[in-house]
């Protein structure tokens, strides 16, 4: 009886380890046979792998030309790199006749692809829109934009948010996105900006020699160019002025300039109509207080009469200066 388990135990070992050795000698001689075809395919991908420098140093070195950011630029021939190297990766797989594999993965990272796309649809978002206004060259460090309500100096353009720093010097970090939703102004896409002065003139002024005078201390600061003229308009008949309008141009592409040419041709102004005895007249105001009786100061003999409006208001104030008194003589 033990003789017989003895026997069949040896015969299941003996055909087990048969069986086994027979798979190990047909992956040897499935190796041996497609050989070939694995250096093959492990020639491809190193090579494909050591050219995806080269190919990332090439698009880095052709997108100089059309995005300045760094970051960005990065970004891309990164991409770029991954994307040369996959594709060996499918032809090395394909050397191998591995085509269940490759499908297999391709469809795995579809759906991966698709998984992360939805968990960072915000952060992509952001990415590619980055991407995008570096490729539009509509933005770019150093210059003065204003959008979604704030106002300021770009500083950093990076992959996910543009970083602006105000007059105050706060930084503001806006998404990309909300950057190329919403509309925004840049000062830096020009190189002139036109300024803006209002002013008023007294009545008993000529209005023409305002005009002229006004004009030539304007063009003495920042003379005019071709189409380019000081645009000098009277606006209205003001309450105590006649209301004039002066524009003139400015080499400028940041806010700050216009201010400071604005406020060099406000001084130049002023002392033009200072030379020319031309007012510029102080708002005038009447006001009208009614129900009160009271008697204006006679200026000729430089009396001053009392002002019945004194007495309701001296009468109180007294009448509360005896209570406080007879009350601390009673506590005395």
């Known amino acids: 009886m033990d003789d017989e388990l003895s026997n069949q135990f040896q015969t299941q070992m003996t055909s087990s380890w048969d069986k086994i050795m027979n798979k190990l000698a047909g992956w040897v001689d499935s190796i041996l046979l497609n050989l070939p075809n694995l250096v093959l395919a492990l020639l491809i991908f190193s090579l494909v792998y050591w050219l995806s420098t080269y190919v990332k140093s090439w698009v880095n070195k052709l997108l100089r030309r059309v995005i300045k950011e760094a970051s960005i630029r990065g970004l891309i021939s990164n991409m770029s790199s991954i994307v040369f190297i996959s594709l060996g990766l499918i032809l090395a797989l394909n050397v191998l006749n591995l085509n269940d594999v490759l499908t297999s993965i391709l469809a795995g990272a579809g759906v991966a692809g698709l998984a992360v796309g939805l968990a960072l649809q915000g952060t992509l978002a952001n990415t590619f829109s980055g991407i995008f206004l570096a490729i539009r060259d509509v933005l770019n460090v150093g210059d003065w934009v ?3 309500g704030f106002s300021g100096v770009i500083i950093e353009i990076d ?3 543009t970083k602006l720093k105000e007059s105050d010097n706060n930084i503001v970090v806006i998404p990309n996105q909300m950057i190329l939703d919403s509309p925004f102004k840049n000062y830096g896409l020009t190189t002139k900006i036109r300024s803006t002065i209002k002013c008023g003139v007294a009545y008993d002024s000529d209005l023409e020699m ?10 003495g600061l920042y003379p005019p160019l071709g189409n380019q003229q000081i645009e000098f308009h009277y606006l209205e008949f003001g309450g105590s002025s006649v209301d004039f309008q002066l524009r003139f141009w400015v080499n400028a592409t940041k806010k700050l300039t216009a201010l400071e040419a604005k406020s060099k041709a406000m001084i130049a102004l002023k002392k033009a109509f200072d030379a020319h005895h031309i ?7 009447t006001l009208y207080v009614p129900n009160i009786e009271a008697k204006v100061p006679n200026i000729e003999n430089q009396e001053e009469v009392p002002c019945e409006i004194e007495k309701p208001i001296k009468e ?5 200066s005896d209570k406080w008194l007879e009350k601390e003589i009673f506590n005395r």
């Open 210 to 219: 305002v005009q002229k005078i006004a004009t030539e201390a304007i063009a």
């Open 316 to 320: 109180p104030i007294k009448k509360e």
């Open 159 to 161: 992959l996910r948010n």
């Open 146 to 148: 204003e959008t979604n």
């Open 279 to 285: 007012d510029i007249p102080f708002p005038i105001r």
